[in-house]
């Protein structure tokens, strides 16, 4: 069974940095594309970012909201995906999901997802 | 202000049939596949359609979508009151170079 774990989460002051963990059993990370989709509260689904296999480049890409202060990276020996966060601010405050699947030029489609973390942004 | 507009809201009485649509532009739905999402109160979502019109293994055929020009349709059949929940479109936006999601669409059965 795919299992996605998120870790990592809490409550953090404006300005500051916390790295999301998510690591993932029952299929083969290295060969997985990986994307942060976050949830304000009681918001719509934001997506975060993108993470491509070694295999196909291990590209990464942002929205514009992070751009810059947000930094997606993988540990394959590990089967850990991390998001970086750094220059956090309020409107961060979110439930950040990790989820596999293709998401590029042509399409984007998250077929697995974790039960989420919650980041706080707060003085 | 998301860029996939979806409407907030729909109601319908259980056993009907319910369509939502997702509305974008030549950038995003026009020229790359839609999934649509299904998030239950307090879970993570869920893929029910990926490439327009596909289902994964173990969603049932309640289920379909459907993509012409610029729009994509969530179409459920046979209503029961444990769909309710919110449902979201997303597909990739080839100007922003990015993922983009609908705002969201809350579904009622009652």
């Known amino acids: 069974e795919m299992q996605l774990v998120e870790s990592g989460g809490g409550l953090v002051k404006p300005g500051g940095s916390l790295r999301l963990s998510c690591v993932v059993s029952g299929f083969t990370f290295r060969n997985a594309w990986m994307s942060w989709v976050r949830q304000a509260p009681g918001k719509g689904l934001e997506w975060v970012g993108r993470?491509?296999?070694?295999?196909?480049?291990?590209?990464?890409d942002y929205a514009a909201p992070v751009k810059g202060r947000f930094t997606i990276s993988r540990d394959d020996s590990k089967d850990t995906l991390y998001l970086q966060m750094n220059s956090l601010k309020t409107e961060d405050t979110a439930v950040y999901y990790c989820s596999t699947g293709y998401c590029s030029t042509g399409s984007c489609a998250f077929d697995n997802w974790g039960q989420g973390t919650l980041v706080t942004v707060s003085s | 202000q998301s860029v996939l507009t979806q409407p907030p809201s729909v109601s319908v009485a259980p056993g009907q049939k319910v369509t939502i649509s997702c509305s974008g532009s030549?950038?995003?739905?026009?020229?790359?596949?839609v999934s649509w999402y299904q998030q239950l109160p307090g879970t993570a979502p869920k893929l029910l359609i990926y490439?327009?019109?596909k289902r994964p293994s173990g969603i049932p055929d309640r289920f379909s979508g459907s993509k012409s020009g610029t729009s994509a349709t969530l179409g459920i059949t046979g209503l029961q009151t444990g769909d309710e929940a919110d449902y979201y479109c997303?597909?990739?936006?080839?100007?922003?170079?990015?993922?983009?999601f609908g705002g969201g669409t809350k579904l009622t059965v009652l």
């Open positions: 030549s950038s995003n739905i026009g020229n790359n596949y």
């Open positions: 993470i491509k296999s070694k295999t196909d480049g291990g590209t990464t």
């Open positions: 490439d327009n019109n």
């Open positions: 997303g597909t990739w936006d080839s100007s922003l170079s990015a993922g983009v």
